[in-house]
């Protein structure tokens, strides 16, 4: 299993980040796909979930109607929408496959800051 994320940076309040995941190692279009994050001196927390087909989504309440999740089976990748950014945002965010839920890759760090 492989998985690289990418998309994360520096950005103000009220902007906005693609984040992407891609998969390698598994055959992506069988298994959901979910977003997780961990900001500095707190355990990592669930951000989102899509199921293999993206036909349902799920999300925390501190990011639901301003982050989408989706994946694009064709190119074995997940992606995540971020809107409406605030500073508690501000955490390295990780994908992590339903085929092998112990494998985390090496995040993407994003910062909300003026």
């Known amino acids: 299993v492989q998985l690289v994320e990418s998309g994360g940076g520096l950005v103000q309040p009220g902007g906005s980040l693609r984040l992407s995941c891609a998969a390698s190692g598994f055959t992506f279009r069988w298994y959901a796909m979910s977003w997780y994050r961990q900001a500095p001196g707190k355990e990592r927390e669930w951000v989102a979930t899509?199921?293999?087909?993206?036909?349902?989504?799920n999300y925390a309440d501190s990011v639901k109607g301003r982050f989408t999740i989706s994946r694009d089976n064709a190119k074995n990748t997940v992606f995540l929408q971020m809107n409406s950014l605030k500073p508690e945002d501000t955490a390295v965010y990780y994908c992590?496959?339903?085929?092998?839920?112990?494998?985390w890759g090496q995040g993407t760090q994003v910062t909300v800051s003026s």
């Open positions: 899509i199921t293999s087909t993206g036909g349902s989504t």
């Open positions: 992590n496959s339903a085929f092998d839920v112990s494998y």
